[in-house]
C-alpha cells in the first residue's frame, strides 16, 4: 500500500513529496487566479463554447490582463501546468512498474 499510515511505517516518501508538490501547485494556480482578477479588465468579448452569461453569472466574463503582470500569470500559469502533467506521467509510470504481472 502506497498511501496511509502502511507507507509511513515503511518509510515511503512518495506521498509526502506528492503532498508538497500538491501544495506548491495549488498555490501557483492560486497566485494565477489572484493575477488574473485583480489585474485584469473586463471584456465583452463572448468566446466559442463560452457559458452564457445568464447561466453562471460573472463567472462568464473574459478578463484581459495586460503589461508585466500579464507575463507574470502566463509564466505562473505554464509553470503550475506543466507540473500537473509531469505528476500525471509519475502517477502513469509508477502505477505501470507497481502492477503485477499476470499470471498465466
Do not use: D
Not at 506521498?15 to 492560486?30: D, K, M, R
Not at 462568464?60 to 495586460?66: F, L, W
Not at 508585466?68 to 502505477?95: I, Q, R
Request: proline share 4%; with cysteine; net charge positive.
Amino acid at each position: 500500500m502506497i498511501y496511509g499510515f502502511p507507507a509511513y511505517h515503511n518509510k515511503n516518501g512518495f506521498p509526502s513529496a506528492q503532498g508538497s508538490l500538491n501544495v506548491v501547485e495549488t498555490l501557483i494556480y492560486l497566485f494565477y487566479l489572484y493575477t488574473v482578477f485583480t489585474h485584469g479588465r473586463q471584456t465583452a468579448a463572448q468566446g466559442r463554447g463560452a457559458p452564457k452569461k445568464e447561466a453562471v453569472g460573472w463567472l462568464a466574463e473574459g478578463r484581459r490582463v495586460t503589461g508585466s503582470a500579464a507575463s507574470l500569470a502566463v509564466l505562473a500559469g505554464f509553470s503550475a501546468s506543466l507540473m500537473t502533467l509531469s505528476k500525471t506521467a509519475l502517477y502513469c509510470k509508477s502505477s505501470l512498474v507497481r502492477r503485477p504481472l499476470l499470471s498465466r
